[in-house]
């Protein structure tokens, strides 16, 4: 990708890896103003995650920045209580954060947003502390990966339904959770998508990640072969960015063409982003 410029604000972009990413290296007032924010979203959709390095936004400028690229989202149950527009605190530490034993679930490949039938656009995240020991952020390209498929690979899973839950994102970090726990994980329920997403855009990406429990009408056995084998595929090198955060530095990720994850760290660190999220604006189809 060319870098740009314009003479009368500070814009340049370049690539952050070969096929995903893109680092965005802009003044904050061009970011709050809205100006660029068509080319942003283009951006978005094209490279899956975009980097502002040093942008230092605080709470209310990073929720006024996510509200010039699309519809603010708000979650009940992430607003603990709190009224009007929020930042939602990513951190192990469940002084800050009560439901921080949900979120290590984010240790594994993941997509936000599969126990609904539309998920959000993006997440937007800052660092507002960082941990002296792992915590990079991973994303991969799901658009990117499909394309790369072999055509007989295709034609196989074009058609396949694959349920996904809470639980089984869960068993990951937790094998053993007490029947009361687990009951509690089952009830939000499951929700089956297309094992390949054709958006409305024409183009497709795999729906992937740690809530895919099986494919419908699949011995389990087989379905979870198919299921680890295109996660690996999907996550090899080539399609994959590695993002190694510094402080004040933001984050933004296509939540319906990427999957994530947070690298190991630990849990005591005090590692702390805080994210906003862009409303879902097309279902899983």
């Known amino acids: 990708m060319a870098t740009t410029s314009t003479p009368s604000v500070h814009w340049d972009v370049s690539d952050a890896a070969p096929d995903i990413g893109a680092v965005i290296r802009a003044d904050k007032e061009t970011l709050l103003s809205g100006r660029r924010a068509a080319e942003i979203r283009e951006l978005l959709e094209a490279r ?81 502390k960082l941990s002296a020991e792992g915590g990079d952020t991973e994303f991969c390209n799901t658009y990117a990966a499909y394309d790369a498929l072999p055509d007989e690979d295709k034609a196989a899973i074009e058609r396949l339904q694959v349920v996904h839950s809470l639980w089984r994102s869960q068993l990951y970090h937790q094998p053993e959770p007490s029947h009361e726990l ?43 072969e198919l299921l680890v084998r295109l996660r690996d595929w999907a996550t090899q090198p080539r399609f994959v960015y590695r993002h190694k955060w510094s402080l004040g530095e933001t984050v933004i990720w296509d939540n319906t063409g990427t999957m994530h994850r947070a690298t190991w760290y630990p849990t005591d660190s005090g590692r702390l982003m805080h994210r906003t999220k862009l409303e879902g604006e097309e279902a899983f189809a």
């Open 48 to 128: 899956g995650v975009l980097v502002f390095p040093e942008a230092h936004l605080s709470d209310e400028e990073q929720i006024a920045f996510t509200k010039t690229l699309g519809t603010f989202a708000h979650e009940i149950h992430e607003q603990n209580g709190k009224k009007g527009d929020n930042v939602y605190p990513i951190t192990m530490d469940s002084r800050i954060n009560p439901n921080a034993d949900y979120l290590k679930g984010a240790f594994f490949w993941h997509i936000d947003g599969t126990m609904s039938q539309v998920p959000i656009r993006a997440s937007i995240l800052s660092s507002r």
């Open 182 to 224: 687990l009951m509690a994980w089952k009830s939000r329920g499951e929700n089956t998508l297309p094992l390949v997403w054709t958006h409305e855009s024409g183009r497709k990406s795999l729906v992937l990640g740690n809530t895919a429990q099986q494919v419908v009408g699949m011995d389990w056995g087989k379905s979870e």
